[in-house]
T-cell receptor, first 117, second 115 residues
Framework: AQSVTQPDIHITVSEGASLELRCNYS??????LFWYVQSPGQGLQLLLK??????LVQGIKGFEAEFKRSQSSFNLRKPSVHWSDAAEYFC???????????????FGQGTILTVHP | DAGVIQSPRHEVTEMGQEVTLRCKPI?????LFWYRQTMMRGLELLIY????????DSGMPEDRFSAKMPNASFSTLKIQPSEPRDSAVYFC?????????????FGNGTRLTVT
C-alpha cells in the first residue's frame, strides 16, 4: 500500500522568501503525485500533479514541484512567498495499476504554512 | 460552475442522534468521494462511488456509517447513532472519472460536532 510522509508539521517563512515543502512517498510502482492546498474553512484545491514525463511540474499560484524517483520525493517549491499563501498543504499519492487506476488517494498529514509580513 | 456543494456547513448534535450529511457533486462528474478529516488521523477516504455505484467502502469505520448515491447529482453520508468520536470535518469530492489522473474537486466540508 502507498504512503506519504510530510516531515514538517509547521513551517514559518517571511513574505518574499523562498519556500520548499517536503514530501516523501512509498509506492511500489511509478506513482501519481499531487499537491493540494487548504485554506481555513475551505476544501482542498489542486495545486499541481505529476503523472509522467518532465519531472519538474508547474502548478497554479506560482508553485512548482520536482519528482525525484531516487529520493522518493515530490517537494513543493515557490521562489517568493506571498501572505496569501498561508494555508495547509497536502501531498498525496495515487494508486496506479495497469492502464487505469481508481482515484483513491493517500494524503500526507499536511504542512501548515505561516507567512510573516 | 458552482463547485461541489455540501450541507450543512456545521452540525452539532447529541450522542445517539442520527446525522445526515449531504453532497451535490459538480454536474458531469461521474465519481464521488467522501473523506473525513481529523487532527489525529488526517484525511481518510471513507467511500467512493462511480456512476452512482459504491466501489470501495473499506474506509467506512463502522456499521453506524452508511452512504448512498440515489442519482448523479446527490449523495448522503449518514451516521446512526452518532458518537463523540465521530466529530470531524467531512468532505465530499467529485471527479470526472474514477481514474486517479482525474483531479478531485472538494466541497467546503461539513464540520460535525457530537456532544
Amino acid at each position: 500500500a502507498q504512503s506519504v510522509t510530510q516531515p514538517d508539521i509547521h513551517i514559518t517563512v517571511s513574505e518574499g522568501a523562498s519556500l520548499e515543502l517536503r514530501c516523501n512517498y512509498s509506492y511500489g510502482a511509478t506513482p501519481y503525485l499531487f499537491w493540494y492546498v487548504q485554506s481555513p474553512g475551505q476544501g482542498l484545491q489542486l495545486l499541481l500533479k505529476y503523472f509522467s514525463g518532465d519531472t519538474l511540474v508547474q502548478g497554479i499560484k506560482g508553485f512548482e514541484a520536482e519528482f525525484k524517483r531516487s529520493q522518493s520525493s515530490f517537494n513543493l517549491r515557490k521562489p517568493s512567498v506571498h501572505w496569501s499563501d498561508a494555508a495547509e498543504y497536502f501531498c498525496a499519492v495515487g494508486a496506479r495499476a495497469g492502464g487505469t487506476s481508481y482515484g483513491k488517494l493517500t494524503f500526507g498529514q499536511g504542512t501548515i504554512l505561516t507567512v510573516h509580513p | 460552475d458552482a463547485g461541489v456543494i455540501q450541507s450543512p456547513r456545521h452540525e452539532v448534535t447529541e450522542m445517539g442522534q442520527e446525522v445526515t450529511l449531504r453532497c451535490k457533486p459538480i454536474s458531469g462528474h461521474n465519481s464521488l468521494f467522501w473523506y473525513r478529516q481529523t487532527m489525529m488521523r488526517g484525511l481518510e477516504l471513507l467511500i467512493y462511488f462511480n456512476n452512482n455505484v459504491p466501489i470501495d467502502d473499506s474506509g467506512m469505520p463502522e456499521d453506524r456509517f452508511s452512504a448512498k448515491m440515489p442519482n448523479a447529482s446527490f449523495s448522503t453520508l449518514k451516521i446512526q447513532p452518532s458518537e463523540p468520536r465521530d466529530s470531524a470535518v467531512y468532505f465530499c469530492a467529485s471527479s470526472l472519472t474514477v481514474t486517479v489522473n482525474s483531479p478531485l474537486h472538494f466541497g467546503n466540508g461539513t464540520r460535525l460536532t457530537v456532544t
